[in-house]
């Protein structure tokens, strides 16, 4: 199963939901649409299913346009949001029901539903709810139970919509694991939606960002958490700490701090630094820096430290040598990253 | 002041609810069951009934197609024109029956925009049963709609959507998942039309033209009978139609109970 998207573009009134979106996947891939609410992935996911019409663009899937070809045709399994359980059946009914509305000719016996049901269920730890209805179990067994019925189509593509949104922390970690180990185990071709940037490095293969309706970067977790292509993608990734700065000949000034960065390809102009707090380095002072206070934090020190006014966290490892409060210091910040001013916008959360 | 309160209300639940109930059934029975027996010999009281059953027979059920099918309309698209759609919907309810009979009147009468061409082909709307089914079907339009529309709208697209994704055609999804959903509201609008359809009277009365034994419905009956001195003949019609009203109460309570019960709030 591969899917392709050409140029995608969709909007709802004035607003672009969808803005010239590209995208490439290949069989076996779990991607993860990640990106703040508003920014269009649900759209992406139901345009995928055949929910919604694009204004422009192509749509692929295993080489088969899908422009046309109406949601019931396409085999995708859809596992929405709240789930969407059809609250007057049976647990059992719900699974079945993708097997139950087949044309007779290819509709399996009532016997062979059955059986699948239950292999079904029974895949998703939940072989003794058949009988239940969706108002008597638990948020997470209702996400096991859109899933298998998801399942029970054999979909050649498997569309998420913020599949544990509505769960607690703790179910939510567990089923993490599980969801990834069914996709493996399962031969799966798999899109996520979420807005949890940890949920999506921790489970994907590759991650698509999106802002506004348009894809911002698309690469495997590890790079992208390590080369954001934008301020936007760094700032949304992770703590991040930000500095404003100029840069001239090729070089960035900080204010307050006497050695200037190297700005890779930014342009000349104003623009801002981002770098991640265990990136900042601490050296001995005197120095420009002073430390406010040092905190533990788990493994590391949490260490507030000050700049030229503006005020910030640095992670340390404990190993690490740390400053102790009232001390002033050297900071080392060649590890940020450099972006023009213009691409930056805060990420709404 | 709480129990003055409380009596308050006891008393007039008493003087207008009970006591005008009361005075139908023994009115009825002055005369023992023979005169209800009586009553129910006249020919033209069977073909009032008998009419009030047809005229429902007919109305009913498609108020309940027609309602179901602009509930689906209002309660899961937004279009231009939804809001008028649903005043619209509404327009019987805030309109005077009087006016609802007269419409059709004016319509389908002799003089009425239609009439020459009507008459030319035969075809009598008003003073006959047409009329009657048209006038008491504006009037008991929005009570499936009015129900089914913001039952549809809180209950959402998602399940249809899932059946769609599922591979369920349009028609699949219908009937297995919309009406599962509804068929509980639906049930209560249908009653509340029926019991509409059966008891109204101002609508049906402007176009009936009240021919005895031809275009006269329960209602009129009763209006009939009362106007000839008839105390017991129009009190036993009367009855019939109270103990529907009773019957119609007693299931919508139940249904109410039963709604409650599947934990969605319904009204």
Redesign the interface.
Known sequence: MTVELRGLRKSFGRVAALDDVSLTMARGEFLALLGPSGSGKTTLLRVL???ELVDSGDVTINGRQAYGV?????????V?Q?Y??????TIARNVA??LE??PRHRRPSPRDIRDRVQSLLELMHIGDLGARYP?QISGGQRQRVALA??L??EPSLLLLDEPFGALDAKVRKSLRIWLRDLHDRMNLTSIFVTHDQAEAMEMADRVAVLRAGRIEQVDVPDKLYAEPASAFVHEFLGESVHFDCTVNHGRADIAGLDAPLPVGDCPPGPAIALIRPHEIEVLPGPGPARVDSVHASGPLRRVRISLAGQTFDVLRARSQWTPAAGDTCHLDLTRARVYPSCSFAAPIS | MRAALTALTAILLVVLLLMPLAVVFTEALRHGLDGVLDTFAEPDAIASIGLTLIVAAVTVPLNAVCGTAAAWCIGRFRFPGRGMLMTLIELPLTVSPVISGLVWVLLFGANGWFGPILNRAGIQIIFAVPGLILATTFVTFPFVARILIPLMEQQGVAEEEAALTLGATGWQTFWRVTLPNIRWGLLYGVLLCNARAMGEFGAVSVVSGHVRGQTMTMPLQVEALFNDYDWVGAFTIAGLLSLLALLTLAVKAMLEWRIGERGGPLL
């Open positions: 299913a055949g929910l109406p949601a019931r045709e396409r085999g995708v399994g859809f929405f709240h969407a359980l059809f609250r007057h059946m029901f993708g509305v087949l108002e019925r998801a029970a189509i």
